[in-house]
């Protein structure tokens, strides 16, 4: 495997989706929480990270971290990849389909099946914001990367 033949795309893809599925394991992407008591009762607050959090998107931006990390790891080795498609577009695709999941999920945060009471404050954690920024490097990346070839 030869890495410094990997053009621009291919690099910011790879990075950005090894950067992902570190940011879905180690940062906390959601909270919940009370400003106060909740029906009478006084609780602390609840946080998860993105396997926690989702149910289904952690599972797209799992595999969109996986094929961006494939676009580089194909780009630097010899072998030929019998896809109908090319593997940027479907890094770029992914990326599209993941960027907007999680912007969804930052507008309306997940609930954890807590009731809906008054005093329960969803926020939103750093996880989320850095995973924003590597699904939409991932995405870049991939577009980079289609337009280069």
Do not use: C
Not at 24 to 53: C, K, P
Not at 97 to 124: E, K
């Amino acid at each position: 495997m030869d890495f410094t033949v990997l053009n621009r795309g291919e690099k910011i893809a790879g990075l950005a989706g090894i950067l992902l599925i570190l940011i879905m394991f180690i940062f906390d992407w959601f909270g919940l929480g009370s400003s106060g008591t909740v029906q009478g009762f006084s609780f602390g607050e609840a946080t998860s990270n993105a396997w926690g959090s989702y149910g289904f998107t952690d599972i797209v931006l799992f595999v969109t971290a996986l094929a961006a990390i494939a676009l580089a790891f194909t780009a630097a080795s010899d072998a030929e990849v019998g896809l109908p498609v090319a593997l940027s577009a479907i890094v770029t695709a992914l990326g599209v389909l993941s960027l907007i999941l999680v912007v969804i999920s930052i507008i309306s945060p997940p609930d954890f099946g807590a009731p809906d009471v008054s005093g329960l404050d969803h926020s939103r954690k750093i996880g989320v914001w850095l995973g924003l920024i590597a699904v939409a490097a991932v995405t870049i990346g991939g577009f980079l990367a289609m337009q280069e070839e």
